[in-house]
T-cell receptor, first 118, second 117 residues
Framework: AQKITQTQPGMFVQEKEAVTLDCTYD???????LFWYKQPSSGEMIFLIY??????QNATEGRYSLNFQKARKSANLVISASQLGDSAMYFC???????????????FGKGTLLTVNP | DVKVTQSSRYLVKRTGEKVFLECVQD?????MFWYRQDPGLGLRLIYF???????EKGDIPEGYSVSREKKERFSLILESASTNQTSMYLC????????????????FGPGTRLTVL
């Protein structure tokens, strides 16, 4: 079974509108971290936002927020006020176990290609 | 800001050549990683290093080796390049010991697109 599932291969959004990119995960570990990365066509993976399994509040970073629903095992990325520069591939990733130490491995989803239309 | 650099953005090699991909980070991170990224397969971990001269195999280590002689530098070696190693290679680094949850975030370099002919 896939540990990270991104069900939307591609998404389209109009400039200035909000968009939600879906991510569901599968783990039996009570301690885990969830990450979102953006990959523009240039190829670099850019870290966007982090959510820990014990965090009480949804993470926010500027126009990015994470809709964390622990019981449903979902960690959707919400981008508000989309910009043309947001067009990119977006990856959800999970680290199982406690932060640091030997629990280093990230498992990535297959990604969602977001296109922002003017 | 974290900076991870990779020696080449694009590389073209011939089958059978020995290929070196270099990665350097300037954040004093203990952990360094090499991934390859292929369409439809996502990112897959090749090798990981948590300290100088230490390494661990990832999910797909076959056909690759690594070297970490200095903390800031992590090299990926293709001993005898093959066409099925044509891919995008991404290096990343992170802290190993964290005081604040989430600060083990992996930061990536710009990637190297390797073509083996």
């Amino acid at each position: 079974a896939q540990k990270i599932t991104q069900t939307q291969p591609g998404m389209f959004v109009q400039e200035k509108e909000a968009v939600t990119l879906d991510c569901t995960y599968d783990t039996s570990d009570p301690s885990y971290g969830l990450f979102w990365y953006k990959q523009p066509s240039s190829g670099e993976m850019i870290f966007l936002i982090y959510q820990g399994s014990y965090d009480q509040q949804n993470a926010t970073e500027g126009r990015y927020s994470l809709n964390f629903q622990k019981a449903r095992k979902s960690a959707n990325l919400v981008i508000s006020a989309s910009q043309l520069g947001d067009s990119a591939m977006y990856f959800c990733a999970m680290r199982e176990g406690n932060s640091g130490g030997s629990n280093y491995k990230l498992t990535f989803g297959k990604g969602t290609l977001l296109t922002v239309n003017p | 800001d974290v900076k991870v650099t990779q020696s080449s953005r694009y590389l073209v090699k011939r089958t059978g050549e020995k290929v070196f991909l270099e990665c350097v980070q300037d954040m004093d991170h203990e952990n360094m990683f090499w991934y390859r990224q292929d369409p439809g397969l996502g990112l897959r971990l090749i090798y990981f290093s948590y300290d100088v001269k230490m390494k661990e195999k990832g999910d797909i280590p076959e056909g690759y080796s690594v070297s970490r002689e200095k903390k800031e530098r992590f090299s990926l070696i293709l001993e005898s390049a093959s066409t099925n190693q044509t891919s995008m290679y991404l290096c990343a680094s992170s802290f190993r010991v964290v005081l604040v949850l989430g600060t083990d975030t992996q930061y990536f370099g710009p990637g190297t697109r390797l073509t083996v002919l």
